[in-house]
């Protein structure tokens, strides 16, 4: 498996179009970016060099170029002269508890209220940075599951993907549109016990924004979901991205511990 494979799907990488008002390096620009702000490519996280970007996403050198300068003039990246690019982002931002009983209700109302498209699943040895998340051996392999969510008119409001260990039964295309993960891993012997989300916000890549309906590079909600076992063990890990007008996050905070 390539460097570019283990970062992006197959869709991905077939994804970047000649036509239409997106350049190619800002199409480039927009799919590492996502990687970087959503933690697949994590701080220090070696990134692939412009030979790579240019063999596997089929453009050219220049291209691949102007798309990395770019990253490095927002601060996403370091450039070194003979040497790979590194990640240089890093996350910021407050933290807040909310029960994960109420957040469990609300993802089962979701499952029941929409509707599932599975893309692709595939069981693989996951990237370099999703595999020291979840901290997997060496030759571990996870689920690897991309997905769209639709509302009851069948409407794209949400792109979702996807690594889970220790699944031996149950995911299938079939389970997946028609049940909850939880349950499946639940039936696999996890019982998920706390869940941590980081929200962000980044820019749509070419394949995202054709699945929303949205155009390359428009703004995106996104959200990164872990999910832990009993043990603290990290089962899942799943990356969200919501089109910005067809789904709202809405939080309610108590403050009764603060003023008691």
Excluded at 131 to 157: K, M, N, W
Aim: one cysteine or more; glycine letters at 6%; hydrophobic letters at 40%.
């Amino acid at each position: 498996m390539s460097v570019l494979e283990d970062i992006f799907t197959p869709a991905e990488l077939a994804s970047l179009r000649t036509e239409g008002p997106i350049p190619l390096y800002h199409q480039l620009y927009g799919l590492l970016k996502q990687r970087i702000v959503s933690g697949v490519l994590g701080a220090d996280a070696s990134l692939p060099t412009e030979a790579e970007l240019s063999s596997g996403f089929s453009i050219s050198r220049i291209t691949a170029k102007r798309g990395m300068d770019l990253l490095a003039s927002e601060g996403l990246i370091v450039r070194r002269r003979g040497r790979r690019s590194s990640v240089a982002y890093q996350p910021k931002g407050a933290e807040h508890d909310a029960p994960l009983v109420g957040m469990l209700a609300r993802l089962a109302e979701m499952s029941r209220e929409t509707k599932v498209k599975v893309l692709n699943i595939d069981h693989r040895l996951p990237p370099p940075n999703i595999a020291a998340e979840l901290v997997t051996s060496e030759h571990e392999q996870v689920h690897h599951v991309t997905r769209v969510r639709y509302d009851q008119q069948g409407i794209p409001f949400a792109y979702y993907e996807s690594w889970t260990r220790g699944i031996e039964q149950g995911f299938t295309v079939e389970a997946i549109e028609h049940r909850q993960r939880f349950d499946i891993m639940a039936e696999n012997g996890h019982r998920i016990s706390h869940i941590e989300q980081f929200l962000s916000a980044a820019s749509a890549s070419p394949l995202v924004a054709e699945l929303l309906e949205l155009h390359a590079g428009d703004p995106v909600l996104t959200l990164v979901r872990q999910s832990f076992d009993e043990d603290g063990v990290l089962i899942d890990l799943l990356h969200c991205q919501y089109h910005p007008d067809r789904f709202h996050y809405r939080m309610n905070l108590s403050a009764e511990e603060y003023l008691a």
